[in-house]
């Protein structure tokens, strides 16, 4: 005789983070499996689970396309203080959430800390840390901010916490090697903000011209003009006139066709000087050698 199992909310909603897991890591999305997350959640929502009533609750206050009545609101909002009542993490970190999006930056702060109260080292608290380090950069607070951004790193995945790691490069601008380990992390998670910073670094610090342009490679082929500069800084590091001409050329169409407020000729005024001097030079070189052919037949 089998003996069926009573599935409970949270192994509902287990499931579903599995799957939603499942399409963040792929960076696919199937319509069929989203609808069956969704469905998920509110049949943990059911079952009386209280993240997924937090999840629907948010779901619903959040909507702006009219899918949620004004009712399914009123609803939410007696759900969210009722949770709150009950000290459940999750409405301290979905409230934060929904401020931050509003753009009401303290409210946020207060409610996340209020989260981290209850709930201080998981990977939700990992995403928490992450935004108020990402808050206190942008105010210019960096001690708190690096504070912040290495407990996010330490309790989560790189690929949950790449903004973290590349946040931390740009903190430790004055210590390569450490900067150049956090753009890494970042880069490993295709945060293609990373490749022209790592590209610089390997330029200009660590002198390698190589491993430069590898990373400007990858970022100009992502449309990345601070990376397309790179490569002719390479070029020109190199002493490949013909290339950096190439690339210089790329560089003044890509900015015309995406009508770009940069001045070329102004940025990088010097090597574009070296670049005309050492192409004259070469052509006046083969036309010596020309002549001397034509005299020697």
């Not at 779901?59 to 702006?64: F, G």
């Not at 450490?178 to 903000?193: C, D, Q």
Request: glycine residues 6%.
């Amino acid at each position: 005789m089998i003996k069926l199992v009573q599935l409970k909310g949270a192994d509902l909603l287990l499931f579903q983070k599995v799957l939603g897991e499942i399409r963040q890591q792929t960076h696919s999305s199937n319509k069929y499996l989203v609808e069956l997350e969704h469905e998920l959640i509110e049949k943990a929502a059911e079952l009386g689970n209280r993240d997924a009533l937090t999840i629907l609750s948010y779901e619903a206050l959040s909507d702006k396309t009219g899918e949620y009545t004004e009712d399914d609101k009123k609803q939410a909002s007696i759900f969210t203080m009722k949770l709150s009542r009950l000290n459940h993490p999750l409405v301290f970190k979905m409230a934060g959430d929904y401020q931050y999006k509003e753009g009401k930056i303290q409210e946020a702060i207060k409610l996340y800390q209020k989260f981290l109260k209850l709930d201080y080292n998981s990977i939700l608290s990992a995403e928490v840390y992450k935004t108020l380090g990402t808050v206190y950069f942008q105010q210019g607070d960096l001690i708190k901010a690096r504070l912040l951004l290495e407990k996010s790193i330490n309790l989560a995945p790189v690929s949950k916490v790449s903004q973290s790691h590349f946040l931390l490069g740009l903190i430790y601008e004055l210590d390569p090697k450490k900067a150049r380990y956090h753009f890494e992390m970042s880069a490993s998670e295709g945060f293609r903000e990373s490749y022209k910073n790592l590209g610089f670094l390997e330029l200009n610090y660590f002198n390698s011209v190589y491993k430069a342009k590898e990373w400007f490679k990858l970022g100009a082929e992502l449309g990345d003009h601070e990376c397309m500069i790179g490569l002719f800084d390479c070029n020109i590091k190199e002493k490949d006139w013909k290339a950096a001409r190439s690339t210089f050329k790329k560089l003044l169409k890509f900015v015309v066709d995406n009508k770009l407020e940069l001045n070329l000729h102004e940025l990088r005024a010097e090597s574009i000087q070296l670049m005309n001097r050492e192409e004259k030079v070469s052509s006046s070189e083969d036309g010596v050698m020309s002549d001397n052919s034509r005299w020697d037949k």
